[in-house]
Structure formats: C-alpha cells, structure tokens
C-alpha cells in the first residue's frame, strides 16, 4: 500500500502537524481532534490496495468503481457521507503536438480527502505545497483541497489553449503557403489537430456543470466561503471553453478555405490541360487531313504545299497560345 500512497498528512488549524504514519491512525486522530483533517495522495491503486481506504473512509462503491476504472467525463456526485469530483488535467507535449489526458478523482468528507490519479499528466506535484503556504485558504477544510487541485487543473488549460493557438497559428501560415508546405496532406494534419481540441474538449466542457454547482449553495460539504474561489475557477473554464470554441471553429474555416483553395488549383490545372489539349489538336486536325490521301488535293503538288501547312500549323499554335496566355488559362 505504501508504493501507490504518494503523501499522507493531517492538517490543523491551516497547518500541516505531525501525525501517525499509518493512515488508520491518522484518521482517528483527524476525528478525534475535531477541527482537523486527513489528506492522502494515491497514484493508480488497484481494487486490493483501495479496499482499506473505501472501510476506513466509507467511501460509497459507485465512486470507488469509477476511480479504480479512470475513463470517466468529469462530473460531481454528492453521496450521504461524501463528494466524489472528477477532473481530467491536460499536458500538451510540444515535442510531439501530442495532447496527454488524465485522471484526477476527488473523495472528500467532514474530515479527510483522498485524491486518486491515474496517468502522466499531473497537476497535483505543487498544490500540495502551495495550499500549505497559504494557510488561511487552507482553514476552509477538505473543500479547499478541491478547489486548489481544479485551480489547478483548470488554470494549466489555459497554458494549453494559448500553446494550442500557436501551433494552429504555424499550422495556418504553413497550410497556405504557395506550395502548402510542401507537403500533400495539409488536410490530415488540419484534421489531426482537429482531433487534439476534441480531446481537449471532451475535458473541459463536462466540468461546467460541476464547477457551477460548486461556486452555488446547495452542494453539502463545501465550505461557504469556499465559493467565492469556485466561482473564479469557474469563470476561468468558462474563458478556457471560449478558448477550445474558437480553435474549433478556425480549424474548420482553415479546413474549408483550404478545401476552396484545392478546388482553385484543381481548376487551373484542368484549364492548362484543356489549352494544352485545344493546342494540340490543331496540328492533329490538319495531320489527319493530309492523312486521308485523296487523289483530287491540289496543294499537295504544289511546292509550296507543305512549308504552308507547317506556317499554318506554326502561326496557329502561337495564336492559341497567346489566346489562352490573355486569358490566364496558361
């Protein structure tokens, strides 16, 4: 149990003190004390590891089953004896454009928080240390372990978002270049980067719902003067949500003016082609008159028969061309 519990702490008063390092123990003693509470940090544990923490806390099985499984959409569940909060953090790889989503799962009561994470992306190394630094945010109890972790959370989505813009700000000037890039799928990587916002939002816009309720007065165990601070998280999904909107749509006006763009070239290329072809077929014609070999074409024992139908063929050729060159068809 030890290898997947992360920190283990009581909290008094604002202050982190001393306690047992058995987390049974320190829980008794957090109850016991009256005004104290228990925050343990878990990281992946399995259904054997968790069984002691769901007894000692009596955490219901629901939301035991969902922060064992991960793969849940954010969202708030209020049970008799607890909350159950869950947030999907966000890490943007800029090495590889990669978006890396995972899982934070929020227990808390009257007197303890268990916070359960599951995959790389991890914004809870400096909550920790920052909630201890500001004690007077940390007398607000449990429900102030789960405002500074969705602080967190949401904050660095805006990190994201702003990362996210400029690489769809690079991803636009390459797309248009005259060459488009150089490169022939502009169109997959537009729809790529599509993808990555996807994720994004399937992160972001679920916890709407939850951080609102949270900033309200009908959620039990949420400190009162803890919604003021939900409420500014809230505002800051809500910029975040504007954010992942205006990505969504530049990316399919570039999907479309680029989609416009092909269609141009297309066009241009089938109007050289047709002057090419036009231009071809006047020696054609003429090759293919003089190929059905009549007896009765006086022209052809003349001498100056054939230098006039290479003049002919010469002088066509220069007209059409310089037709289709006016035109801006070549």
Known sequence: MSDVIVDCAIYRDGRRTPGPADFSDAIEEARARGNAFLWIGLYEPTAAEFDQVTSEFGLH?????????????????????????????????EETTAVITGEVMIFIGDCFVVTVRHGEANPLGSVRSRLEGTPAVLQHGPTAVMYA??????????????ALHTDLDALEAEVFTPDGGGRGDSAGRIYAFKRKVLEFRRATAPLTEPMARLAGATVPFVHRHSQPFFRDVSDHLTRTNDHVDNLDRLLS??????LAQMGVRQ????????????????????????????????????????????????????????????????
């Open 253 to 258: 006006d570039i999907l479309a003016a680029h």
């Open 149 to 162: 972790v969705s602080d967190a959370v949401v904050d660095h989505y805006l990190e994201v978002a702003d």
């Open 267 to 330: 066009n241009d290329d089938m109007r050289k082609i047709s002057a090419w072809a036009a231009m071809a077929a006047v020696p054609t014609m003429v090759a293919g008159v003089y190929g059905m070999n009549f007896e009765h074409m006086p022209e052809l024992r003349q001498t100056w028969g054939y230098p006039a139908v290479l003049v002919l063929l010469v002088v066509s050729m220069v007209v059409l061309h310089r037709l289709f060159k006016r035109r801006g068809w070549l």
């Open 61 to 93: 099985p629901l939301a035991v089953e969902d922060a064992l499984r991960a793969h849940q959409r954010p969202k708030l569940e209020v049970y008799d004896d607890s909350l159950f909060l869950v947030l999907k953090p966000i890490q943007y790889d």
